[in-house]
């Protein structure tokens, strides 16, 4: 009888570790997690237009002038699609259309900046961000 009441006890007592022991890990996950999320954020640019820039910069290669007419191209299209939102009313005329003729003439004034050698890089790029576009228009018809 105190054999079996000693193997309760002990069976107890590991369950209860192993319960601790896998609380404290997922708070200290959890907390390098927030930790490793807060500093990306830091290096994360704040706008969609330097976060376009920052990634083209990575995947292309950028010289420090075609960054700055790239960039400009960025905000010029960006202001462009707000004024789309603006003017118009997405039940009665999608944004789609007119949204897709700015980005196209932002993307030919993008290539006719960069040299031969990025341009392939920069294909690449547009061809990853309009299927991450086309998967996002069909999760949100779902």
Same mark, same amino acid.
């Given at each position: 009888?105190?054999?079996?009441? /000693?193997? +309760?006890?002990?069976?107890?007592?590991?369950?209860?570790?192993?319960?601790?022991?896998?609380?404290? *890990?997922?708070?200290?996950?959890? /907390?390098?997690? $927030?930790?490793?999320?807060?500093?990306?954020?830091?290096?994360? &640019?704040? /706008?969609?237009?330097?976060?376009?820039?920052?990634?083209? /910069?990575?995947?292309?290669?950028? *010289?420090?002038?075609? +960054?700055?007419?790239?960039?400009?191209?960025?905000?010029?299209? *960006?202001?462009?699609?707000?004024?789309?939102?603006?003017?118009?009313?997405?039940?009665?005329? &999608?944004?789609? &259309?007119?949204?897709?003729?700015?980005?196209?003439?932002?993307?030919?004034?993008?290539? *006719?900046?960069?040299? &031969?050698?990025?341009?392939?890089?920069?294909?690449?790029?547009? $061809?990853?961000?309009?299927?991450?576009?086309? +998967?996002?228009?069909?999760?949100?018809?779902?």
């Amino acid at each position: 009888m105190e054999s079996k009441t /000693n193997s +309760q006890t002990k069976a107890r007592l590991i369950v209860v570790s192993v319960f601790v022991i896998g609380f404290a *890990a997922g708070a200290l996950a959890l /907390n390098l997690y $927030q930790q490793l999320s807060r500093s990306s954020e830091r290096n994360m &640019p704040h /706008n969609g237009t330097e976060f376009l820039l920052k990634r083209m /910069n990575d995947k292309v290669g950028l *010289a420090s002038d075609q +960054q700055e007419q790239i960039k400009k191209i960025l905000d010029e299209t *960006a202001d462009k699609y707000k004024d789309i939102r603006k003017e118009m009313d997405p039940v009665v005329k &999608p944004f789609e &259309p007119r949204f897709n003729t700015v980005r196209q003439e932002s993307r030919d004034r993008i290539r *006719a900046l960069l040299t &031969p050698e990025q341009l392939p890089k920069y294909e690449q790029m547009v $061809q990853e961000h309009d299927k991450m576009r086309e +998967q996002e228009k069909e999760r949100s018809k779902k």
